[in-house]
């Protein structure tokens, strides 16, 4: 499972050097890189922005989909099942003062977890 904040629309610096540390040839991909062969991967990540706004006529422009080819042909490359996604927007960091907010954020968050609990059960 890779799970993240969306950032800048793909994942954050540091979990993409991860990838770049890790899903390396020989051991993800290649002629002998196998390891990863079979594997599932479920993606589960958040946005700031609101949902309502990553759609073709949205602030975004693009459907949230749009943005995942790259980790999708990650799982293709190396062989991995592509088994789902779980999103949920609004989750702001820069809304944590706002007690109104935050507990709704804390009420999406909860839900999020819910549906990867779910995904996850279902594989």
């Given at each position: 499972?890779?799970?993240?904040?969306?950032?800048?629309?793909?994942?954050?610096?540091?979990?993409?050097?991860?990838?770049?540390?890790?899903?390396?040839?020989?051991?993800?991909?290649?002629?002998?890189?196998?390891?990863?062969?079979?594997?599932?991967?479920?993606?589960?990540?958040?946005?700031?922005?609101?949902?309502?706004?990553?759609?073709?006529?949205?602030?975004?422009?693009?459907?949230?989909d749009e943005?995942?080819p790259p980790?999708?042909?990650?799982?293709?490359?190396?062989?991995?099942?592509?088994?789902?996604?779980?999103?949920?927007?609004?989750?702001?960091?820069?809304?944590?003062?706002?007690?109104?907010?935050?507990?709704v954020m804390?009420?999406?968050?909860?839900?999020?977890?819910?549906?990867?609990?779910?995904?996850?059960?279902?594989?």
């Amino acid at each position: 499972m890779f799970q993240f904040p969306f950032f800048w629309y793909s994942v954050p610096s540091l979990m993409q050097k991860w990838l770049e540390d890790v899903f390396v040839h020989g051991f993800s991909h290649g002629r002998t890189g196998d390891k990863l062969r079979g594997k599932k991967l479920v993606i589960s990540f958040t946005s700031g922005a609101p949902e309502e706004m990553y759609q073709k006529a949205g602030l975004q422009n693009y459907e949230i989909d749009e943005f995942l080819p790259p980790l999708k042909q990650t799982a293709n490359m190396c062989g991995m099942q592509f088994s789902g996604v779980v999103y949920s927007g609004g989750l702001s960091y820069q809304s944590r003062h706002d007690e109104e907010k935050l507990a709704v954020m804390h009420q999406k968050a909860i839900l999020h977890a819910k549906r990867v609990a779910e995904l996850v059960k279902n594989l």
